[in-house]
């Protein structure tokens, strides 16, 4: 079993707009979601949970256009110490959805998400045996138009995610980016995705190893979302 310290931040949705000429409002900021475990018991598993996602933007309607999600970054949000036991890190940060638009107005803009970790166990005072950190990444949808025959989906967010991290003994790094989907019945551009990873184990005369994991994957990638890994 794992002692557990996890926080969980939203944006707010923008409101929604009415009308030929306007548009609903775009997503909520939102930063600063953090968590740290921390445990001076031997042999103690911990693990610290942040995930934080951008406000969605609001609908349009009688002609109004959708408004655009909002971003969402985390940097290095995640932490902990364990005394010779397990520390896992995983890090997630979602952009925003736009909001549909009405009537050829177009949706709004998708999102990005950006998670980057960077993590040094063996700068603690006392090490995990096992270190695990993951750094996920998710862009927005882009809003569509219910216009089957008008303008095209919003592109979707880019999705970019990468770790570095550096543990005594045991070291796993997993990465997860996925760029956001264009909606609506003519989806447009779907986002860019890109995932790095790097582990170190710096004792690997101690049955050190280090594993690295690195997934990317396109939003609507028939429309043009690309990957890299």
Known sequence: AYNIASAQARG???GAGSGVGHKGGNGGAV???SASAYSQTASANLAAIVVQTGGSGGAGSIGAGGGAGANSKLA???G???????LALTQTANGGAGGYGRAN???GVGGGGYSYLTFNDTQNTTQATAVTGTAQATGGAGGGDNSATGAAGAGGGLGIASIVLTGATQVTANVNATGGASSGPLPGVGGNAIATATGTATSPAVNGSANVTANATGGNEACGGSATA
């Open 12 to 14: 707010g949705t923008g």
């Open 76 to 78: 290095n949000d995640v």
């Open 80 to 86: 902990g110490s364990a005394t010779a036991g397990t």
């Open 105 to 107: 107005a177009g949706g």
């Open 31 to 33: 930063s600063g979601t």
